[in-house]
């Protein structure tokens, strides 16, 4: 859903006074006129139209997350969820039921002029294809990697088939010395390329976050050997374009935690996973939580400081990952 003109459904609540354009008629002794509504253009208006619409959806008893304050949720007596993700004037609505989303969009329409631009298929550079069969959404960056990569690869580099080298240890001590090598990386576009990357890694590609994060700490005094680290996840790239982050229906995660349950498939290494703090198998009207930490011992050759890798699964869906 979208809103129309957002900005302009909020009330400015500070006292702003605005010229007329010229030739505009005025009354008698009046020069400017005081602003009622947020214009665009404004700085205070996206926080006065965010006030105003979270003050509507509390009006809808939706609750605000702690941790994310442009998340809302909902849950009614019989059962019903919904779910709302605010981007400024977009609006993400996920339900239980067909009936709860259109109740929550009606309730929209009538107080703000919408857009309803139907399932959601592109959101934030992403591309999201829903499987009503096997209740699957899939949810990739397919068009902004494949960009990226026509970028910043060279044309004749080959795929390859990890983001970085494990024998490889990026320092400082690879960084330019001579003003030639100095001289050498003025036209190389490090830090437009890391923070590609960066973007890649946060969004839909775990896969990457080590390597990105690894080459992202070079961004001061980057060289040819950095450089070279970073075409390499760029081939990878360029082979997993349509990598992305696959989200189940609760029998599809059932499935996938039961396989992380076994100490024999993960060899000396047992997964163990709690439910209400006792030790269980998932259920299948329970979507239950899983997660991977490591570490390695002072593994940087500047600091000697460790790094430190997570990511957790919510069902078989990677919802929070991290390397740092």
């Not at 002794?29 to 509507?56: D, M, T």
């Not at 400024?88 to 703000?112: C, F, H, P, Q, T």
């Not at 036209?187 to 976050?209: E, F, H, K, M, N």
């Amino acid at each position: 859903m979208d809103v129309e003109t957002a900005f302009l459904n909020a009330d400015v609540t500070e006292e702003i006074y605005i010229r007329p354009p010229e030739g505009f008629p005025l009354a008698n002794n009046a020069n400017c006129f005081r602003l009622r509504k947020a214009l665009y253009g404004l700085k205070q208006s996206p926080r006065e139209w965010y006030n105003n619409i979270n003050a509507f959806l509390h009006e809808l008893h939706f609750k605000r997350l702690v941790s994310e304050h442009c998340l809302y949720f909902r849950q009614d007596e019989d059962g019903g969820i919904c779910i709302i993700s605010l981007y400024v004037d977009d609006l993400v609505i996920a339900g239980s039921s067909i009936e709860l989303i259109n109740e929550i969009k009606r309730n929209l329409s009538e107080r703000y002029k919408m857009k309803d631009l139907g399932v959601v298929n592109h959101i934030l550079g992403c591309e999201a294809s829903h499987n009503e069969e096997t209740g699957t959404t899939y949810l990739s960056q397919y068009q902004y990697t494949k960009a990226a990569v026509e970028k910043y690869l060279p044309a004749d580099m080959t795929e390859i088939n990890s983001p970085c080298d494990p024998n490889i240890n990026l320092s400082r001590l690879q960084s330019p010395q001579s003003l030639e090598e100095k001289g050498e990386m003025e036209g190389i576009p490090y830090r437009q390329a890391v923070g590609t990357l960066l973007w890649l890694s946060l969004g839909t590609r775990p896969d990457i976050c080590y390597a990105v994060s690894q080459v992202a700490k070079f961004n001061d005094c980057y060289g040819m050997e950095h450089w070279r680290a970073v075409l390499r996840i760029f081939r990878y790239l360029k082979g997993t374009p349509k990598l992305g982050l696959k989200f189940s229906s609760i029998d599809s995660s059932s499935s996938f935690i039961k396989r992380f349950n076994s100490a024999t498939f993960l060899k000396d290494l047992e997964c163990v996973y709690y439910k209400q703090g006792h030790r269980a198998l998932s259920d299948k009207d329970v979507l239950e939580s899983l997660g991977f930490v490591d570490s390695n011992l002072a593994r940087d050759l500047d600091n000697r400081k460790s790094i430190t890798g997570f990511i957790f699964f919510l069902g078989c869906c990677a919802i929070s990952w991290q390397s740092k």
